[in-house]
């Protein structure tokens, strides 16, 4: 059974560029979160997808922006990168509705910006 | 005041001690709280997730929650050079998936053999 598939594995981009990172959630999710790790620093929240739609946003701008196709998949965009934007992007998936917290973590995306 | 509390460390032990990590946290409303394993270059993986105060076991690992105080604790028995990793708490507000977690910044654990 795969879990979280991200892609791709690193990135370098230059300020001011546009990058698309892609996430395929665990078979049988159907939620999928997106969370920025900077270096030596803990997960921050950009936001949630569910039924295709953006459920939740974290105190992120408008330069984040995501989508969410119906096989659940999900790819999250930002535009006109900025050197604050180098971090470790890691995408998480979990069932919808109650119960026991499912939250599956892929493996990142680093996205170095030069 | 940060909503999540963590000591980064670096946090170095001898191979079979106890080890114990710690989170405070400022919002009352967290009712969800857990434990993440984050080894180098990895995703965090799910260790332990309670929701009541009290404890819960998971074979070497202990999750300890105190609500009154505000406080998390993992405590992990003989540890072993592969429990070297990361440890991020979380806690979230709302139960199943529509809540967003809020991380503590990670404690890094090294397990001398």
């Known amino acids: 059974d795969a879990g979280v598939t991200q892609s791709p594995t690193h990135l370098i981009k230059t300020r001011g560029q546009q990058v698309t990172l892609r996430c395929s959630p665990k078979?049988?999710?159907?939620?999928v979160s997106w969370y920025q790790q900077a270096l030596g620093q803990g997960p921050q929240f950009i936001f949630q997808?569910?039924?295709?739609?953006?459920?939740q946003r974290g105190n992120f701008p408008d330069r984040f922006s995501g989508h969410q196709f119906p096989n659940y998949s999900s790819e999250l965009n930002v535009n006109a990168l900025l050197l604050g934007d180098s971090a470790l992007y890691l995408c998480?998936?979990?069932?919808?509705?109650?119960?026991?917290?499912?939250?599956?973590f892929g493996s990142g995306t680093r996205l170095t910006v030069v | 005041q940060k909503e999540v509390e963590q000591d980064p460390g670096p946090l170095s032990v001898p191979e079979g001690a106890i080890v114990s990590l710690n989170c405070t946290y400022s919002?009352?409303?967290?009712?969800?709280f857990m434990w993440y394993r984050q080894y180098s270059r990895k995703g965090p993986e799910l260790l332990m997730y309670?929701?009541?105060?009290g404890n819960k076991e998971d074979g070497r690992f202990t999750a300890q929650v105190d609500k009154s105080s505000k406080y998390i604790s993992l405590f992990i028995r003989d540890s072993q050079p592969s429990d070297s990793a990361t440890y991020l708490c979380?806690?979230?507000?709302?139960?199943?998936?529509?809540?967003?977690?809020?991380f503590g910044k990670g404690t890094k654990l090294s397990v001398k053999p």
């Open positions: 997808y569910y039924e295709e739609e953006e459920r």
């Open positions: 979380a806690m979230v507000i709302y139960g199943g998936s529509q809540g967003n977690l809020i």
């Open positions: 078979s049988g999710h159907d939620t």
């Open positions: 998480a998936s979990s069932p919808s509705g109650q119960g026991d917290y499912g939250y599956t």
């Open positions: 309670t929701y009541s105060s």
């Open positions: 919002n009352s409303a967290f009712q969800y």
